[in-house]
């Protein structure tokens, strides 16, 4: 038997405990078959050879917490990250221009604004969007998505009046004299008929993301809001070929920030978790407890700084999640539970705690999401019931200084506690929560390393994790968190060849360097998805 690939002359972290390193891989069909020696010999006339001429190899990249299709949304609207709009007045004038671009009425979406990095340090305003577009109705999310700005034209043609009144679990922000300021957050954000895209529009969008994916070396996503659209979407991809990109589908639960739940139709159909394929499959179901530290909406246990006794919004009572998670748990499903603050991540504890016995739930490795301010006596319960806490760290680097500006010091320098998880054996695959921020990983691996922020603030050296664990987690441990810990996330034989060949070595680089990673060449499945120019 010759080998379909082999990959010699590599630096191979295979992140497998039982070979933790080789210098050789071989692949068969698409899946890891020998190392080194062996490997070697099985090199036949028709094997392709790749000279990795003394790169990193590691396995595929797995994003574990995403929204993939709200990425490949954001490709039709207005890109309004700081990258590219870093001031109000660039944000006018891109809405401004694309009012003159088409028809009057039509609306204009655009995503990513945050206003900690904004050179105004404030949200666009309602009279200033418009005045930028008043024809047209504008919303344009934060790039936390729990916060919208609007426009009179949106209000109106919404049905809303400029008095509105606040929904459940949301807010209307006002000025101070009592006018609505355009700031939206929120559930209130689910009151405004914003048009949503075609599925072929989506399809071509997804497209084109997935290669931004595999640029960035990510051979599986998690995707934490799939609905009708978004579940249509993804089969008929894997369907019609051309998409390599592994998916895991958590179903959206209940009707929360403008996204319409399907826990009723999941459950009455008998869907479980782990229906699907090595390719695409459900995962459970997704449950919003929450905002967001940078909308100042996360449930805190004591107020935001410089903000009254705000402690943020909670989205249902306990007994409302409860019931939720119980339902889902007695029908086979596992759940996802959105909990930022301390009483958010409290509430998600104890609706898990109650819906099953101890050991029934460490079965489900139910999931926790961002948990980025957990008590000490939180990890203890979270790692008694063997709960993943599916860490945020990217957040450190792409928005942590609003953590910081917002938090204050002592409570910033304990959020994403990477350290304190691995002390308690808790299982914390990294992520990006995409496209909240960007979806490169080493971005994040970066932040779990040294917790330094784009603008270079450190929050803390305590929590800080040595370059091997940053990888685990978005390698292994992030295979455990989907039950994929048997085909993906290490290097090993009998597992998928998912594989990643990176241009600097993550292990002995200067740790300031980590973020600048640039991934030579992608493959999944034995199959190069992604090769970079002249590497």
Known sequence: MNADLIIKNATIHTMDDNRPKADQIAVKDGKIIAFDQEAALLQGEETEV????????????IESHAHPLHYANNLLQLDLRTETAPSITDILEAVSKRAQEIPEGEWILGMGWDDSKLKEKRFPSFEELSEAAPHHPVFLKRTCVHNAVANRKAFEASGISEDPVDPDGGHFHRNSDGTVSGLIQENAMMEFAIPSVTINQLKDAMREAQEHFFQWGITTIHDMAVSKKELTVYQELCKEGGFPLKVRMWLWGIDQMGWQGVEEEALALGLQSGLGDDHLNIQGL????????????????????????????????????????????????????????????????????????????????????????????QLERIASQEIVAGSSIGFIYAIGDSYWNNLGEERARRVFPHASFRKHGIVSPGNSDMPVCPGNPFFGMYAAVTRTTVGGQQLGTEETIPVEEAVKAYTADAAYSGFDDTIIGTLSEGKYADIVILEDNPFTIPEEKIKDIQVSQTIVEGETVYKRENS
Do not use: W
């Open 50 to 61: 790749i000279d990795a001429d003394g790169r990193v190899v590691l396995p595929g990249i």
């Open 286 to 377: 997704k449950y919003m407890l929450d905002g967001s530290v940078g909308g100042r909406t996360a449930a805190l246990a004591e107020p935001f700084v410089d903000d009254g006794d705000n402690r943020g919004i909670l989205y249902m009572p306990q007994e409302k999640i409860n019931k939720h998670v119980s339902r889902a748990v007695a029908n086979g499903m596992r759940v996802s539970i959105h909990g930022i603050g301390e009483r958010a991540v409290e509430m998600a504890l104890q609706a898990i705690e109650q819906a099953a016995p101890l050991d029934e739930n460490k079965k489900h490795r139910h999931r926790i999401e961002h948990c980025a301010l957990p008590s000490e006596e």
